[in-house]
């Protein structure tokens, strides 16, 4: 059996909440990421999706050691990287690579194309053959770019190029495993899947695995391998692609789902269902004992409230496929409307 590229285990991390209006201390502690269990192999690409606020992005961060977990395990082909040091994590920082959510953000405006895109090699004093110069220019080219653009600056760019920047940059280190945090959220819908079928085909040529984390389910269709779904903090879902989109388990992957705008034609003559839950999302804070989803679940019993269900296989799942739930849903699709909230009925 080959070891996974990234492994977490019972990963969490918890910001503390401080009060006092003199003297601060510490009166909480968000829950951002609380005991996740994921895997990531070689040239995979595992999507993560979820609520806003859910932790992917969280999740995303720990992954790339830009934030210090406060408990669990990062392992990297099969080392424990959890607390490196910055000294120990350089050989590491070049094979685990980030592209950020926000092109316009993400680049120093003050700096050229060729400046962002050749730091890394810098930092890491790497000399490619021919020059770092060259370098970024072939890099410029893979990610649809042209060359001649190595002394623009960002503002001289599209949000669609910058992405492709933020790309070339993440790519000038030659990574193994990219974190790509919500990559086309920003960006139009028509620039959107241009850069996603980019990402694919780095994907494809380059064999470089990919933690994508998006809210857009369709764009995690389209590119992920495998998905897990993420609801305050742990993973609730995770198995492939096929399985988790046309048999989900968790009630709320079933609501997720839903949501997914799709164009009925009259003479398909499909009802799609739809779920709306009832209320909000509950405080990171102070999370519900139990199943975290069972303050708007419709499934939700006592034994929700007292047990945390454990991320585990269910009988007539594919292998891989695993599910957090007492009381799963039925590998089926439901034909009517499920009304959660009596003000909506």
């Known amino acids: ?20 209006f003199i003297f601060k201390h510490e009166v909480g502690k968000v829950h951002a990421v609380d005991g996740v269990d994921l895997t990531v192999e070689a040239g995979q690409a595992v999507g993560l999706v979820g609520e806003s606020g859910c932790g992917k992005s969280t999740l995303g961060r720990l992954v790339s050691r830009l934030h210090e977990p406060s408990g669990g395990k990062i392992l990297y082909q099969g ?32 700096h050229t194309v060729g400046t962002i895109i050749s730091g890394p090699m810098e930092i890491n004093g790497i000399e490619p053959e021919g020059g770092r110069r060259k370098r970024v220019q072939e890099l410029l080219e893979i990610v649809g770019l042209n060359p001649e653009h190595y002394n623009r ?7 669609g190029q910058r992405q492709r920047i933020g790309i070339a940059r993440a ?9 790509a945090d919500e990559p086309v959220s920003a960006l139009d819908v028509s620039i959107q899947a241009q850069v996603v079928n980019l990402l694919q085909q780095l994907q494809h040529d380059l064999g470089i695995a990919f933690l994508f984390i998006a809210h857009d389910l369709a764009v995690v269709r389209h ?7 993420m609801y305050l903090g742990k993973i609730v879902e995770v198995g492939d692609r096929e399985s988790i989109y046309l048999r989900p388990r968790h009630p709320y992957t079933h609501a997720l789902l839903s949501a997914v705008p799709e164009v009925e034609l009259p003479e398909d003559g499909v009802h799609t269902e739809r779920i709306r839950l009832a209320g909000d999302v509950p405080s990171p804070i102070d999370p519900p004992s139990g199943c975290r989803f069972r303050t708007r679940c419709w499934k939700a019993q006592e034994k929700c409230a007292n ?9 007539g799942n594919h292998d891989g496929h695993l599910t957090a ?9 439901r034909g009517d409307d499920v009304v959660l909230d009596p003000a909506l009925a």
């Open 307 to 315: 047990e945390e269900p454990p991320l585990m296989q269910i009988s």
């Open 171 to 179: 790519l000038a280190l030659s990574p193994k495993l990219i974190v």
């Open 1 to 20: 059996m080959t070891t996974p590229l990234l492994e977490l285990q019972g990963l969490t991390k918890y910001f503390p909440v401080m009060g006092g």
């Open 223 to 229: 590119f992920s391998q495998r998905v897990a779904v």
């Open 325 to 333: 739930c007492h009381f799963p849903e039925e590998p089926t699709t």
């Open 79 to 110: 080392r424990d990287i959890t607390h490196h040091s910055r000294q120990q994590l350089k050989p590491i920082r070049s094979e685990i690579q980030m592209i950020f959510q926000d092109p316009y953000s993400s680049l120093n405006p003050r």
């Open 153 to 159: 600056f960002p503002h001289e760019f599209s949000g």
